[in-house]
């Protein structure tokens, strides 16, 4: 790729600096600062306090949910959602492989093993056709729900990602789902100012989980969030997440193996700063990759972009190389050039704890794997 160089230029000049660009860097420019110190001069600094319940009310505005619920990070709003939707030991959740290692963790803490059916190429996520394909092949619908013949197991859930914070084939897998009477739960971490046909991704499901991480869109340190329109189950979330406890003045009495799950008022105050900020931020990034877009198009490139009927908040920003050489090459030259940039994730059956799951051929996460590559997507 004789034009490595002209690429390196072109993100220098977006980002305005020769030094290091990382991929993804938080900016804290609202109010960061006033709600941190607010929290300590109250004291409220732990697992309760009013930033947490602002929190809440605020990812319900903006996500329509009924519900949302403030976890201590992404996986673990997983984990929790999994096991509302009812997930138990022996079980099994159909996934995709091209993600990251959270979502099969979140399916193994719950003793559950994840199957793992191919992506679509044009949005990275779950497909609905290898879905409703392998459950062809290998599903059978009894009275306690889908069963997998070829281990006699039952498949509890359908966990799909918004990958990058592009929204999956959400209504075509739910139809998939509703034919096989499976339960979905979204991993909606990446996608938080993400919507589908006009309503935001992780709403879609059962429940969903957003993740706060550092390296997201915006960030609260470490945190997550648990949405759902179902308010049993939302009320349920909550419960689970803060150790199953009786409200009582002060009696101690739980009455089911609860999590400390909570997220402490700290990092909420941060979350509530940076959700004011949600709007700029994914307004700021978009117009990144419309310039991102003209750019590689001019060279050739194939930069990814939103599909029809959705709008994407461009987390992380990638291209699809032509080959894995070519990838190869273009990680190499550009990370030395100190441009930040980094292959998608490795596909989880290669990795040693979930290389035993069931899968399909997987023809297009191979693809994707040896070719998407993630380029500096900061908000500027
Ligand atoms: C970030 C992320 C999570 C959750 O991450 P936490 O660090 O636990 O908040 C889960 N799934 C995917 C796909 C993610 O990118």
Same mark, same amino acid.
């Given at each position: 790729m004789e034009n490595i160089n002209q690429i390196v230029s072109f993100v220098q000049e977006q980002f305005q600096t020769k030094e290091f660009i990382p991929l993804h860097e938080p900016r804290f420019r609202g109010n960061e @600062? #006033?709600?941190l110190l607010d929290t300590i001069d109250s004291t409220f600094v732990s697992s309760v306090g009013a930033y947490v319940d602002r929190f809440e009310l605020?990812? !319900? +505005?903006? &996500?329509? +949910? #009924?519900k949302a619920i403030a976890v201590v990070n992404g996986t673990a709003g997983l984990q929790v959602a999994l096991r509302l939707a009812g997930v138990v030991a022996g079980d099994e959740v159909i996934t995709q492989a091209l993600t990251f290692i959270a979502t099969a963790n979140a399916i193994a803490y719950n003793q559950a093993t994840p199957i793992f059916v191919d992506v679509d190429l044009d949005t990275m996520g779950l497909s609905p056709s290898a879905m409703d394909n392998f459950l062809e092949e290998f599903g059978e619908i009894r009275q306690e729900g889908c069963f997998n013949k070829s281990t006699g197991k039952r498949i509890a859930a359908c966990m799909p990602m918004h &990958?990058?914070?592009f929204p999956v084939h959400i209504d075509e897998l739910i139809a998939v789902c509703e034919k096989w009477h499976i339960p979905l739960v979204e991993d909606s971490a990446e996608s938080?100012?993400?919507y589908y046909k006009g309503k935001h991704t992780g709403t879609f499901g059962l429940l969903g989980a957003f993740s706060f991480n550092g390296n997201k869109t915006v960030t609260c340190g470490g945190g997550g969030a648990i949405v759902t329109n179902d308010l049993t189950l939302g009320a349920k979330a909550k419960y689970l997440t803060t150790t199953a406890k @009786?409200?009582?003045?002060?009696e101690f009495f739980h009455d089911e193996i609860g999590y400390n799950f909570r997220m402490p008022n700290l990092n909420a105050a941060l +979350?509530? +700063? !940076?959700l004011e900020m949600l709007d700029e931020f994914v307004d700021n990034k978009r117009e990144l990759a419309s310039l991102y877009a003209k750019f590689f198009n001019s060279i050739g490139v194939n930069f990814r972009q939103e599909l029809p009927d959705t709008k994407a908040n461009y987390w992380l920003m990638c291209v699809e190389l032509n080959n894995k050489e070519e990838r190869d090459l273009f990680l190499k030259e550009t990370n030395v050039q100190k441009v930040m940039t980094r292959p998608i994730w490795q596909l989880m059956y290669r990795l040693p704890m979930f290389e035993h799951c069931q899968r399909d051929a997987q023809s297009n996460a191979i693809f994707l794997e040896e070719r998407i590559v993630n380029i500096p997507s900061s908000v500027r």
């Open positions: @600062k #006033e709600y605020d990812m !319900q +505005a903006i &996500t329509s +949910a #009924e &990958t990058f914070g938080l100012g993400s @009786k409200p009582h003045p002060y +979350a509530c +700063a !940076q």
